[in-house]
């Protein structure tokens, strides 16, 4: 237990560094930690399958991908912040209405009665017949994302031109 709450603290204490801190490359090694930490939460409380996709997939590829990225862009001028910052706002004004009218559709589908009887034969079927059953949809959520990382990982180790930086 009180290596639990060990654990914890140095979780909280790790997550508002994270967030806090100003330098990219200490907040993703911030992030590795917090997930590394959640990774043996999840050992500890029996979820194998979660922990070794945490470990894997959060702990590992994220964190190669964040520092991959932070490792091959170079920093801006205040001049290029300002006039980027001014594009994404021009880029992305659609957004606020989006998330109003998304917010509304969820409002509208937790509203919606839920079937009992499949909640309960999920809750007492196997992990793996759930993943490959029922829940097909989340699977192939997740490897679209897997290959994104995966395309994107390329796009970033690709040859560039000198006169491309």
């Known amino acids: 237990m009180a290596l639990i709450l060990i654990l914890l603290v140095i979780m909280i204490i790790a997550a508002v560094w ?24 999840m050992f500890a409380f029996d979820s194998g399958l979660a922990a070794v996709f945490e470990l894997s997939v959060c702990t590992g590829l994220i964190t190669v991908i964040f520092l991959s990225t932070i490792g091959l862009t170079k920093p801006l001028t205040d001049e290029q912040l300002d006039s ?31 079937d009992f009887a499949f909640v309960q034969k999920t ?4 992990a793996r017949e759930v993943l490959w059953n029922c829940r097909q949809l989340d699977l192939f959520g997740q490897i679209i994302i897997l290959l994104a990382g995966g395309f994107g990982a390329v796009i970033l180790f690709k040859e560039r031109k000198d006169n491309e930086w």
């Open 123 to 126: 809750i007492n079927a196997d």
């Open 84 to 114: 980027a910052s001014k594009e994404k706002i021009k880029r992305y004004r659609y957004l606020p209405p989006l998330v109003i009218l998304t917010g509304i559709m969820a409002m509208y589908l937790l509203c919606l009665p839920i």
């Open 18 to 41: 994270t967030v806090m801190v100003r330098s990219l490359l200490k907040a993703a090694i911030g992030l590795a930690v917090v997930s590394a930490i959640i990774t043996i939460f």
